[in-house]
Every structure is written in structure tokens, then in C-alpha cells.
């Protein structure tokens, strides 16, 4: 006697691949490549023009200057990031303190600008704690 009847039973072609229910066979990978997300690039635009309108409201600035400050802005966080990565990497610590950020400063900053930088920092976190 036959537990099932051959009317029940289902035939699987060889041809057609079986559909897996199994999360292990979903490849994150492709689903990322079908994705691609666009990073957007870091823009100090708006804080270079809120700062010149406080500082001076009756200067213009063109869009060529502009540019040309946001790019120089770019350039010297960039330079700080890889300072302060490197500098947290010798530390072996995860957070940065300000006498980290102002090694970062006499590292990356040049002659009496470096002092000024500094002394305008020391004030910005004093004020802060």
C-alpha cells in the first residue's frame, strides 16, 4: 500500500533549479553593487557665508572665491583628520582630548599662525567647560 497516491506526488524537472527558502544563499554583495549610493561631498559653503556676514555684511564674495575657500577649508580638515587619526592610533585611545587637537595644530599649521590657532582654541574650550 502507498502512503501517497501518484496523484499528490510532485515531478521536479532537472532543468528548473529548486527555490531555496535558506537565508544563507542571499549574497549581500550583489545587492550592494545594484545600489550605489552616492556620497555627498563635505561643503563648508554655508558656514563660510554665515561667518562673512557676521564678520562683514557689506563685503561680496563671488562664487569663484567661494569655491576657492571651501576647497581650502576641505584641504586643512582633511590634513587634520589624518593628523588626529594618526595621533589616536599612537594613543590607542578612542577619544581625542584638546591636547590632542593641539598637537594636531603645531603639526599641521605653520609658523605665527599656529600660535594664534592655538590660543583661539584654548579660549573656544575653556569657554565651553
Known sequence: MDIFPEETCIKVEDDEPIPSTSTHDFNPVQRIRGKKQR????????????????????????????????????????????????????????????????????????????NKAMDFGRRCVYLQA
Open 39 to 114: 556620497r555627498e561631498e563635505l561643503s563648508f559653503k554655508p558656514y563660510i557665508l554665515r561667518m562673512k556676514k557676521i564678520v562683514s555684511p557689506d563685503m561680496k564674495l563671488s562664487s569663484i572665491a567661494l569655491e576657492d575657500l571651501d576647497n581650502l577649508i576641505s584641504n586643512v580638515y582633511e590634513i587634520y583628520c589624518s593628523e588626529l587619526q594618526l595621533l589616536s592610533s599612537h594613543t590607542k585611545k578612542k577619544t581625542l582630548t584638546a591636547k590632542d587637537v593641539e598637537s594636531a595644530t603645531k603639526l599641521c599649521i605653520p609658523g605665527n599662525m599656529k
